[in-house]
């Protein structure tokens, strides 16, 4: 098999740009994104046409990444990294890095360096993280932003003569193949033509700059590995269960392995647009609604009555229903937007929330969900709203941060369960039996 990973330096890098260049590159490729993110896999199925799957230490555990990564293998296997190359969740080496995930995989890292302000000094930066973790094989070396091949030259040079790294080419420090901040949101339907015009100009560049062959050298270093399904004995365990999922434009936040796992244990899977459809499907037992922007369609939302009705009246007959974050945020009573316009939602979760500007850090990063001092599941929080106001304390759980800071989460009203955490049901199979059953 081949397979390689793509690392940065830090956060800010290029590796979204550089690793949707080399995707493009190449035919039949598996893209995969380390950590929680669900924004860049977007970008990767964009590129590809294929699924991609995020590989998460924490929220996966290492059978998990193992079983996801070595069953969703096709032509040659692409993990983007996350942060810089070292960076997780605390100052060890097996702290759910880029770094501590390759090592798991046995995957080589291909690391990205910027080519901005420095010449001889690039060489002790790349040295630098390989000397950290000797059993993290940094087999080359990608310099993002150079300013002409003449640089990248004096680069290789350095990089060559004082580690034992091998230079696979550079990206041209070029703004219009840039893909910034803004595309790193909503993909809307006028910004496609854009950034697939990117994507073609990227790679028609990176053909001429980089070292093909020798990616694909260092890619071939990976020995395929079998691993079993860590569900196998529950297959079929929901069989005949029928499964609503909002997919749109306002819900777009989930996990591939999520939704193959409710495949695997019989349930039917079908999906649905809470914006767009004016009821929910027929015969249905369950409705999920993931994260995403509901915020960016309240309006919308609000004024589709006959969706929202049809939620209500699932509910009132018993129907079991379970949102995350902006799924959370459309069953609340109502989200109020920053500019103090309130819009109805589904009223099915006893609180209201209210958008912000910033990042709520407080609830920012990986917890574990705990009921009745048990962990039942595993999963991270990242939202701009606040809950407003807490109607009626119905939250059951209890979010637990590696550092010990806790809060209450996920609000139980009878059949539907609502809260801000993301999950990855690797594992928190407790908690979905506890949704499900």
């Known amino acids: 098999m081949k397979a390689f990973m793509l690392a940065g330096t830090n956060s800010g890098i290029g590796k979204t740009t550089v690793s949707m260049g080399l995707m493009s590159l190449f035919d039949n490729v598996s893209p995969f994104k380390t950590g929680p993110d669900y924004i860049d896999p977007g970008f990767h199925q964009f590129v590809t046409g294929n699924r991609s799957y995020n590989l998460d230490l924490f ?62 000094s690039i060489a002790a930066q790349v040295l630098g993280y390989q000397m950290l973790d000797k059993r993290v094989n940094i087999a080359g070396v990608i310099i993002n932003k150079v300013s002409s091949e003449k640089t990248y030259g004096i ?10 790294v091998k230079c696979l080419g550079y990206v041209p420090k070029d703004d219009s193949l840039h893909i910034g901040s803004r595309h790193l949101g909503l993909l809307q339907a006028e910004e496609i033509g854009d950034l697939k015009s990117k994507i073609d100009r990227l790679k028609e560049n990176l053909y001429k700059t980089l070292d093909v062959e020798g990616i694909l050298e260092i890619a071939s270093q ?9 569900f196998e004995d529950k297959k079929d365990m ?19 392995d999520n939704i193959e796992l409710f495949n695997h244990l019989g349930i039917e899977t079908i999906f649905f647009s809470p914006v767009k459809d004016k009821k929910i ?18 309006k919308e939302i ?14 009132e007959n018993g129907g079991k229903i379970f949102g995350e974050c902006g799924g959370f945020m459309f069953l609340s ?36 969900i705990l009921k009745d001092g048990k962990v039942v599941a595993r999963g991270h929080e990242f939202h701009y709203s606040k809950i407003k106001e807490v109607l009626e304390e119905q939250r059951g759980y209890l979010a637990k941060k590696p550092n010990g800071k806790n809060w209450k989460c996920i609000f139980e009203n009878k059949n539907v369960k609502a809260g801000y955490p993301h999950i990855h049901f690797f594992t928190g199979f407790e908690l979905l039996k506890d949704i499900l059953d």
Request: aromatic fraction near 12%; charged fraction near 25%; charge should be negative.
């Open 59 to 120: 929220m996966m555990g290492e059978e998990g990444v193992k079983y996801s990564f070595y069953t969703h293998q096709k032509d040659i296997s692409i993990i983007e990294g996350v942060m810089g190359l070292y960076d997780g969740v605390d100052n060890t080496l097996d702290n759910n890095s880029s770094a501590h995930l390759s090592r798991v995989l046995g995957v080589p890292v291909i690391l990205v360096v910027d080519g901005i302000g420095k010449s001889t």
């Open 222 to 230: 990976v020995e395929m590995k079998e691993v079993k399904n860590p």
């Open 302 to 315: 609000g004024e589709n009555q006959e969706m929202l009705n049809s939620i209500r009246k699932f509910a």
């Open 238 to 256: 929901y069989k005949g269960m029928r499964m609503g999922i909002a997919k749109d434009s306002a819900f777009s936040f989930y996990y591939n």
């Open 281 to 298: 499907p027929e015969n249905l037992d369950i409705l999920y609604f993931g994260g995403g922007y509901p915020e960016s369609f309240a």
């Open 155 to 164: 680069f290789k040079e350095a990089i060559e003569k004082y580690t034992d």
């Open 333 to 368: 009573k109502e989200i109020e937007m920053l500019d103090g316009t309130i819009y109805p939602m589904c009223n099915l979760v006893s609180c209201s929330v209210k958008m912000g500007n910033r990042l709520d850090i407080s609830r920012f990063g990986y917890i574990n």
